[in-house]
């Protein structure tokens, strides 16, 4: 049986969810139609998509059509969870881009599609919703070839449009389909000249892929149906063109005619050959061959961690040829993994394989090492496929636990929804003592915040993280602290005399001592030392570290009797307190380095909205109808840019941003931000 490895990709709304129910029924994978509305469609099943009414997870669905079996990666259309589209396009060899006839083409679709031309995807389009009012074919054609590519061509006109669409006109055949359930038409009049002028521009492209058939269309020969149809799929194949599909997945119209174009003009792994991989053990390029005979080797691209059935990972097979309970190698990790049951999905229903062959997606439950990306093997031939590259997590929340128990509960469900989605990454931020959880956008954290509640019972909050602020003196200046404290008994007694100095930024932190004379004994100075180490973790303004600074020890005195290790950790650190007031103290904050990349039209905005957020612009190259923004900025500034950027450029934009140095608050807002500090607490 012939397979096909199909991502579906749109942007929110398209009604790609629809689309999937339909195909599944018209293939007879279903008996029963589900719905969006309802919460019973068979690729939004998660108890959040059902809610939101929007895809969150990419969902596997296989299922035959005629004598094609398809696995279908249904993958969300919010911009939010753009990993999982990226994880289903690197397991699939084709994708079928949904666009709505009413809205046209959106942002959503423009990245995406941007994604697919990456992998170099053949692709289909499917425009849907044609019985939408404000439906309209042409216009929605017209936006493809503007903004996505020349190359989109129909292989179908839509007869009638909005409350009269009725069925669609093959170009291909010069035949017509109406209803549901599908009849054979003749074209109507009014649309003939329009279809045979489509058809003849269609044959024009089409043959360009062939000499022998461009010498017969030029010499204005007869180019048969079957001539058109093999043109068209070697031109689809080669990236050439990208056939226009119509339809209402709603209605069921023009289900049938996409799934045959799917066998027919998209490739299976065989069409799309060998595919590269490196020796684990030498490290040298190599292809792999879609041979069930070859030594096994496949690819995991998604990781779904479920309380109840464990882990379940989804994996590509590219070669060889995996059995049911058997060993496999994890070439990443250097480990064997026990494999037990495998099976494939038709949505969350599971349906049990003896073995999963090359070319061929399946699932399996409870590995222990084996993450998304990872590249799974036969032991004695070891081989690395190229992994996923996932978004940027360019938003940060602190998360906290709501409750002691919700604590405890959220250091084994963390790492698990992270596992799930390669997108989020977790870090303790040590001078504000927060837990750090990043993402694509607000979307997503909100859904990470909602997934740990249902899947795993933990309550957390979500808040804007607080703003790592450092302190430092900008003058050098000397401090002397005695401790003398009589009481019964021993006393305690430790004088010391710090010298300060400032230093560069980036300079980091110094102690040193230069004792003479004996003043203080050697075995006192470790406590000096802590005491001022101690002491350097809270700075004198509010309370932040303190950092480009260096303190000497140069005297002293101590008390045979009475002094001791306590009394000069308690002289150090008052010393240097003191020492921090008289050094003219002032805040320092995190200087963010970013790389954006904007649309050329969006450029004068963000360039004025960096200056409201006390920004420098370092550079500016174009780059494709885009400009790439280096730039400077202070992260209190920053901390909602992946929203403000989402924003200014209707979802277009990105960025890039890492820490690079420390800088001065300015004064006018140094008492502010100082204010605020003690008002809630050190960090915010």
Not at 548 to 574: E, R
Request: proline share 5%; aromatic share 6%.
């Amino acid at each position: 049986m012939q397979i096909r490895n199909v991502a579906l990709i749109s942007h929110q709304g398209a009604g790609k969810t629809s689309l999937v129910e339909h195909m599944l029924f018209t293939s007879g994978a279903i008996q029963r139609l589900g719905s969006v509305d309802d919460g019973t469609a068979a690729s939004d099943y998660d108890p959040l998509e059902v809610d939101r009414q929007m895809g969150i997870n990419l969902s596997l669905l296989s299922f035959s059509s005629k004598e094609t079996k398809i696995n279908l990666i249904d993958t969300p259309g919010y911009a939010d969870f753009i990993g999982e589209v990226r994880s289903g396009l690197r397991v699939a060899e084709g994708a079928i881009v949904v666009i709505c006839a009413a809205s046209g083409v959106e942002v959503g679709t423009e990245q995406v599609w941007e994604d697919a031309e990456k992998r170099s995807l053949p692709r289909l389009v499917f425009v849907n919703k044609m019985d939408r009012d404000n439906a309209d074919f042409l216009a929605t054609v017209q936006g493809i070839q503007a903004k996505l590519s020349p190359r989109c061509l129909p292989v179908q006109l839509p007869i009638g449009s909005q409350s009269d669409f009725e069925g669609i006109v093959d170009l291909v055949n010069m035949k017509a389909y109406v209803g549901n359930p599908v009849k054979e038409a003749e074209i109507p009049e009014a649309l003939r000249e329009q279809a045979e002028a489509s058809r003849e521009k269609l044959v024009e492209a089409a043959v360009e892929i062939d000499d022998e058939l461009i010498g017969k269309y030029l010499e204005g020969e007869t180019i048969s149906d079957e001539e058109v149809f093999s043109a068209i799929r070697r031109s689809t194949m080669a990236g050439k063109l990208v056939p226009v599909f119509a339809g209402c997945a709603l209605r069921g119209i023009g289900i049938q005619q996409l799934l045959a174009g799917i066998g027919h003009y998209l490739p299976s792994p065989e069409d799309k050959g060998a595919v590269p991989a490196r020796n684990a053990a030498t490290g040298a390029e190599e292809e792999v061959t879609p041979s069930p005979e070859a030594p096994f080797g496949g690819l995991v691209f998604k990781t779904s961690a479920d309380p109840y059935v464990g882990k379940l990972t989804y994996f590509r097979a590219y070669s060889g040829t995996l059995a049911s309970n058997s060993q496999v190698w994890n070439a990443n990790k250097s480990a064997a993994e026990r494999v037990g049951q495998l099976f494939t999905l038709l949505g969350k229903n599971q349906q049990t394989l003896a073995q999963v062959a090359a070319g061929d997606i399946g699932v399996m439950a409870r590995l222990n090492v084996t993450a998304t990306g990872d590249t799974l093997c036969a032991r004695d031939h070891a081989v690395l496929f190229e992994g996923i590259e996932f978004p940027h997590a360019s938003f940060s929340l602190a998360i906290q636990p709501e409750t002691k128990t919700d604590l405890d509960k959220m250091s084994t469900a963390l790492p698990r929804i992270c596992e799930e989605d390669p997108s989020l990454q977790t870090r303790r931020e040590a001078d504000t003592n927060e837990l750090i959880i990043s993402g694509v956008g607000d979307s997503h954290l909100e859904i990470v915040k909602e997934k740990m509640r249902r899947k795993f019972g933990v309550a957390v909050k979500l808040a804007l993280p607080k703003i790592p602020y450092k302190e430092t003196i900008t003058v050098p200046t000397k401090a002397e602290y005695k401790h003398k404290k009589q009481t019964g008994g021993h006393g305690q007694y430790g004088h010391v005399m710090l010298e300060l100095q400032p230093l560069p930024r980036g300079g980091g932190f110094e102690f040193t001592e230069k004792i003479f004379g004996g003043s203080i004994p050697q075995n006192y100075i470790p406590s000096v030392e802590k005491g001022v180490n101690e002491a350097k973790h809270e700075g004198v303004l509010a309370g932040c570290p303190l950092v480009d600074v260096s303190v000497t020890l140069y005297d002293g005195s101590f008390h045979a009797v009475d002094s001791s290790d306590i009394a000069f950790k308690i002289a150090a650190s008052q010393a240097l307190k003191k020492g921090l007031s008289e050094g003219q103290p002032v805040l320092l904050e995190p200087i963010m380095k970013l790389k954006i990349t904007v649309p050329e039209e969006y450029t004068g905005d963000i360039l004025s909205d960096l200056n409201t957020k006390r920004g420098r612009v370092l550079g500016m190259n174009p780059s494709g109808g885009f400009n790439v923004i280096d730039a400077q900025a202070p992260y209190a500034e920053l901390v909602r840019y992946a929203i403000d950027l989402r924003s200014m450029t209707q979802g277009r934009g990105d960025f890039i941003m890492e820490f690079d140095h420390y800088e001065e608050v300015p004064a006018h807002l140094s008492q502010k931000v100082v204010e605020g500090m003690k008002k809630t607490g050190k960090g915010d």
